[in-house]
């Protein structure tokens, strides 16, 4: 089991920055990678940013050289910094974590884990 917690949300000017924040608790040794996925208003959630295991990272091209993602194992907090904020980027941010856990006699599962979300706004 893992819980996920994310903070760091507000109401930003355009240009303005933010650092969102995860806060992983539980079986925090299980996750192998973790990703920011956001859900504007009368949208599909997508892809933000992603981490893995060995640091490799994957962005959406509308966020690449504004968005950092990062991860800091010893307090199991992801972050993800956040620079020249546009309109656009205005949603529900949400945490998300693979774990692999094992199963009730059986092999390893990939599991998904959410958090519960942090809206950020921005205006222009």
């Known amino acids: 089991q893992v819980q996920l917690v994310e903070s760091g949300g507000g109401l930003m000017h355009t240009g303005g920055s933010l650092r969102l924040s995860c806060a992983a608790s539980?079986?925090?040794?299980?996750?192998?990678?973790t990703a920011w996925y956001r859900q504007a208003p009368g949208k599909q959630r997508e892809l933000v940013a992603a981490i893995g295991d060995g640091g490799g990272t994957n962005y959406a091209a509308s966020v690449k050289g504004r968005f950092t993602i990062s991860c800091d194992n010893a307090k199991n907090i992801v972050y993800l910094q956040i620079n020249s904020l546009k309109p656009e980027d205005t949603g529900v941010y949400y945490c998300?974590?693979?774990?692999?856990?094992?199963?009730?006699?059986?092999?390893?599962?990939?599991?998904?884990?959410w958090g519960e979300g942090t809206q950020v706004t921005v205006s222009s």
């Open positions: 998300n974590a693979v774990a692999l856990e094992s199963g009730s006699g059986g092999p390893e599962d990939s599991v998904d884990y």
């Open positions: 539980g079986s925090t040794f299980s996750i192998n990678a």
